[in-house]
């Protein structure tokens, strides 16, 4: 029998305020990435990165290890991304017998190779397939199943019918990420459709794509009437932020964070991520994919990472580290990413 609490969304760090969860990104959101933001401050859902189910999967190592070796004391959901309802069943037991907040569906990779298995985002052009996968995974999940999806394929024409299923099949948290599978990462996100999203769901949601401070949060908030903000790439720029948003929702304003203490962010990860069998230039590269966008927020020209980006070894790398971030005195990081200095991206 289901109960009451097997249904309510874990609490907040700080009670009544707007739900901060760090979005679920491949490669990034592992456990030593979750380790080094709940030392700088969490946010109050973790996502792992996507499980991928097929007939032949098997839960990862890594990606388990997410969530039995958790030690930032906050609830972390697990993703599983694929088609096959039976394997999806299947996953989703096997995650059941594990510490999980609760198991959620992505539905919005845009990765080709995902998409063309109508898996991930591909799953939005077959709203038929995803009342019988939401069906399935409802009946098996006595606790919370939470849905991560974009707001359409090409175009929005499934969007309403899917936010009906989310209402028919009693979803408990929605993440939304305001851009079409075929507009990626980087056109304008659709804050309209988020907001719609909350007029049409019973659900508490999660507004996703750029929110990229607490200042901004307050105003996505305000603007969509979400129940909280899902932060990706603006939380490996930034990880403060989630304590920042603590801040500013509680006092109007966050303290700037000196760029020294950027560098003691970029020690603890490359510190947290290295492995004794991986050889130092390959920690090094590793290490790049983050550095693109913490250097947004460095210097206004992007001259770090063009030179983080050449480093070929520790020393190399953590000395021009030094000399951006500890010898200039009384400089801060940027709250907003310096405009026209751009990351590079990786695939979802
Ligand atoms: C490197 C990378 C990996 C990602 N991996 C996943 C993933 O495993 N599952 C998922 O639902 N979304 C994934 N995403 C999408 C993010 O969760 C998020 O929806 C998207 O980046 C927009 O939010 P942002 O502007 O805050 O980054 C990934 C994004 C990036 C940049």
């Known amino acids: 029998m289901q109960t009451e609490l097997d249904r309510a969304l874990p609490s907040t760090i700080v009670a009544n305020q707007p ?28 996502f792992t990165e996507y499980c991928r189910v097929h007939i032949q999967s098997r839960l990862e190592k890594h990606i388990l290890e997410s969530i039995t070796e958790n ?116 056109s304008q996100v659709r804050y309209s459709e988020i907001k719609a999203a909350v007029d049409a769901v019973h659900c508490p949601v999660l507004a996703n794509g750029d929110v990229s401070s607490a200042r901004r949060t307050r105003e996505i908030l305000d603007y969509t009437g979400a129940a909280g903000v899902m932060i990706g790439r603006h939380a490996i720029r930034n990880p403060w932020i989630f304590k920042q948003i603590r801040s500013f929702e509680s006092t109007g304003s966050v303290s700037p964070i000196p760029l020294e203490d950027v560098f003691h962010y970029i020690r603890s990860l490359y510190d947290a991520l290295r492995r004794p069998w991986i050889n130092e230039k390959a920690q090094v590269n590793k290490m790049k994919k983050f550095l693109n966008f913490i250097g947004q927020g460095v210097d206004p020209e992007g001259q770090f990472i063009y030179e983080a980006r050449r480093a070929q070894s520790e020393n190399a790398l953590f000395d021009i580290c030094s000399r951006y971030m500890l010898s200039v005195a009384n400089r801060y990081f940027a709250d907003e990413p310096y405009a026209g200095v751009v990351a590079r991206l990786n695939c979802e």
């Open 71 to 186: 030690r930032t004391g906050r609830p972390v959901f697990a993703q599983m991304i694929g088609e096959d309802i039976d394997h999806l069943k299947r996953t989703t037991l096997e995650l059941l017998n594990h510490n999980v907040a609760g198991i959620d569906l992505n539905m919005g990779c845009p990765a080709p190779t995902v998409y063309k298995k109508n898996c991930g985002g591909g799953l939005l052009r077959d709203p038929a397939k995803v009342d019988r996968i939401f069906g399935v995974l409802r009946e098996c999940i006595s606790g919370l199943f939470t849905v991560k999806m974009r707001i359409g394929f090409e175009d929005t024409e499934n969007y309403e019918r899917i936010l009906a299923l989310v209402n028919k099949h009693e979803i408990d948290l929605l993440s939304v990420h305001g851009r079409t599978v075929k507009e990626m990462y980087r």
């Open 19 to 46: 739900i901060t969860a760090l979005a679920p990104m491949q490669d990034v959101t592992t456990l030593p990435f979750m380790s080094v933001v709940s030392e700088i401050g969490s946010p109050d859902y973790f």
